[in-house]
């Protein structure tokens, strides 16, 4: 289930000014059971003020009142009119301490995949395309400095992603490979009826 905004402060309003068991604002606020014995005792968020969960919308005064004539019912949140889209995955962050590793971990995938294509070596290891050009042509800036190196074992991607890199980059490259052999044996099979004509 998902957890009020604030739980805390939610729990400290929950206690003060509802008829509701310990229990029951626990399972609501993603806290224990103690805790919430601690807010009413005064020992637990002494200075958190409390937050009103149904003027921010999460919860309906008829909900609480169900649940308080209830011991065993449980506080439902308040659906979002709008649903959150979730989080896209954004640009791969890695360290400043990490980012030399960059070219040696270009360098490893070039030699050792060269079926990965620019763009997924570039997911893989957050970097740009012009940086893995310079590095495939040997033009990098630091070109002499460069020692090829597992890009798993330097932390800038997981193992499972460089597999699933590898199949999708060979499985691509199958496709491409038939397609010429298919288009190779089509003209072969003609050229002998071309040929009885003459």
Not at 54 to 76: M, P, W
Not at 109 to 127: F, K, Q
Not at 151 to 179: H, W
Request: hydrophobic share 35%; charged share 30%; with cysteine.
């Amino acid at each position: 289930m998902t957890q009020p905004l604030m739980p805390m402060a939610t729990a400290v309003w929950l206690v003060d000014n509802t008829a509701l068991t310990f229990r029951q604002i626990a399972e609501f606020c993603g806290l224990h059971e103690l805790e919430i014995q601690g807010i009413a005792d005064g020992t637990v968020g002494t200075h958190i003020v409390g937050q009103d969960p149904t003027a921010n919308g999460q919860l309906t005064q008829a909900e609480i009142d169900r649940c308080a004539a209830d011991e065993g019912a449980r506080l439902k949140l308040r659906e979002d009119d709008v649903k959150a889209l979730p989080r896209t995955k954004g640009p791969r962050y890695t360290p400043v301490s990490k980012r030399q590793d960059k070219p040696d971990a270009i360098a490893w995938l070039v030699r050792h995949h060269p079926e990965l294509s620019d763009l997924a070596i570039s997911r893989l290891v957050g970097t740009t395309k012009p940086t893995i050009q310079a590095i495939r042509e040997k033009s990098h800036w630091n070109a002499q400095n460069i020692k090829p190196q597992d890009p798993v074992g330097l932390g800038l991607c997981k193992q499972s992603e460089l597999d699933a890199a590898v199949r999708l980059a060979a499985e691509r490259r199958k496709k491409t490979d038939v397609k010429p052999e298919a288009e190779a044996e089509a003209p072969a099979a003609e050229a002998p009826e071309g040929e009885g004509e003459a």
